[in-house]
């Protein structure tokens, strides 16, 4: 099959290399960084008039390819993937899908308008971990559900470089913090309950990562301030002891020591982490009722030393806790009494090497094996995740932060309603 990659950068790349491997074409490629350009170019061996300095260059030409990868920041997905829907591309489309609920609705019902396909890159529904989860909540080892306790743990230093120094830490560079990192758990939770979500409840704020919390007399940059041999937050402390991987080796392609120092000294992940230009939140609970009745607390926070998220499912006749740092679901079935021993069952689901848990590679098979199927014109194979479930846990994102900054208790039918009548007017 042919594809079109839209945004060679770090995930772009990864679906890209992955398809290419499978023996299909990445037959044109657009990035607006030339040096991301010319290293897909000669990597998938791309024709001279095939290799676009800007996406919308390449979805002015007729469809090239079975399908397009998009990969860009989460600003330009939906236009992209709106033009690539009207030029006839199946889609590989990162998340977030819009924060602008028109054009989320929009990009829904083009796709089901045109029957093509739109998988959203919510890679934790292929990881093995959640699968194993997924898996005994439907063979009924705790019966039905009747709530979840879900937490995102961001992992401090993890906050302090994406969403705070880096590319994620504006809501008008990227979105909301409950949509560009929680639309995973929102896609999680409805898919676990196996129901759309009814009622959503959000608070949280920016707390920590401000001026006001500064070390009296820290500089704006870690390079000549006074507590930079103290601070845990000093950029030389997060990046110099793990060049040549994440997340030294998003500050530049020269990781040596002194390129390095010399991108701490002058870009931006060598500011302050108290006084950047971030906005997004770094707490945030939210509370959730499902249509079947389910309800879930989601408490997503900076404040952790790990990264990984952690879930307890309390269902009637028993309870699933689950840690993926740990890689340990145990299952334990209720007693009688609190007398009785109870039986609890600790599984380790397999262990892949590749990104996300596994989830990257599986995701990128389901894709690959979904467009075969429509193109040889089969159409006998199911998604595993469509876009009207994507727009669902989308649009518990977009709720959980309309509720956040008003104080209402969002309905999501109505919420859905409202934006819809504004696409159709
Ligand atoms: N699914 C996941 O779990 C997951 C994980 C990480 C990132 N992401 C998402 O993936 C997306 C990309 O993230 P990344 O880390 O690969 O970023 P990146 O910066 O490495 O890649 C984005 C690429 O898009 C290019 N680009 C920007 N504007 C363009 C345009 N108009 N036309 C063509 N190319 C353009 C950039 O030059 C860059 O090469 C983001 O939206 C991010 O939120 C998803």
Redesign the pocket.
């Known amino acids: 099959m042919k594809f079109v990659l ?7 790349m990864i679906y890209a290399r992955y398809a290419n491997k499978a023996g299909h074409q990445i037959v044109a490629a ?4 030339a040096k ?1 350009l010319q290293l897909a170019q000669s990597e998938f061996n791309i024709a001279d008039d095939f290799v676009f300095t ?3 260059k390449l979805l002015e030409r007729d469809c090239m390819a079975d399908a397009a990868i998009i ?4 600003r ?2 939906a236009w992209q993937a709106i033009l690539a829907l009207e030029r006839g591309y199946h889609l590989l489309l ?3 899908i819009s924060s602008e609920p028109s054009e989320l609705l929009k990009i829904e019902s083009l796709a089901n308008e045109r029957g093509r396909h739109v998988v959203v ?3 934790l529904r292929y990881s093995p971990f959640f699968l194993e989860v997924k898996k005994h909540i439907d063979n009924g080892a705790i019966g039905r559900i009747i709530s979840i306790q879900h937490n995102e743990n961001i992992g401090n230093y993890h906050m302090a470089h994406s969403f705070v120094r880096g ?2 830490r504006r809501k008008e560079l ?1 979105s909301s913090i409950i949509m ?1 990192k929680s639309c ?1 758990d929102m896609d999680l939770l409805s898919w676990l309950v196996g129901s759309p979500c009814k009622k959503v409840a959000s608070f949280g704020e920016l707390t920590y990562f401000k001026a006001e919390n500064a070390p009296a007399d820290a500089s704006t940059r870690c390079v000549d301030c006074p507590h930079a041999d103290t601070c845990r937050f000093s950029a030389y402390k997060c990046y110099l002891p793990v060049m040549g991987s994440w997340p030294a080796a998003v500050l530049t392609e020269n990781q040596t020591e002194e390129g390095l120092r010399e991108a701490i000294g002058s870009g931006a992940y060598g500011r302050c982490v108290y006084h950047c230009d971030n906005d997004v939140c770094d707490h945030q609970v939210t509370i959730l009722e499902f249509e079947n009745g389910v309800t879930s607390t989601f408490n997503m926070s900076a404040f952790t030393n790990k990264i990984a998220r952690t879930i307890k499912i309390m269902g009637e006749d028993g309870e699933i806790r689950a840690s993926e740092v740990e890689n340990i679901i145990e299952i334990t079935s209720f007693a009688s009494n609190s007398a009785a021993s109870t039986q609890s069952c600790v599984i380790r689901p397999e262990t892949v090497q590749s990104g ?1 848990g596994g989830g990257d590679s599986r995701m990128l098979d389901d894709f690959l094996a979904l467009i075969e199927d429509k193109t040889e014109g089969k159409g006998e194979k199911e998604a595993a995740t469509s876009i009207s479930q994507s727009t669902e846990s989308h649009l518990m994102a977009l709720c959980a932060e309309e509720s956040r900054l008003t104080g209402n208790v969002m309905n999501v039918r109505e919420y859905k309603a409202r934006h819809s009548e504004e696409i159709t007017r």
């Open positions: 839209i945004g060679a950068g770090q995930r772009g657009a990035d607006i960084d991301k800007d996406a919308a990969a860009t920041m989460d330009d997905h990162e998340k977030p890159c919510h890679v590319n994620w990227a560009q995973h996300h």
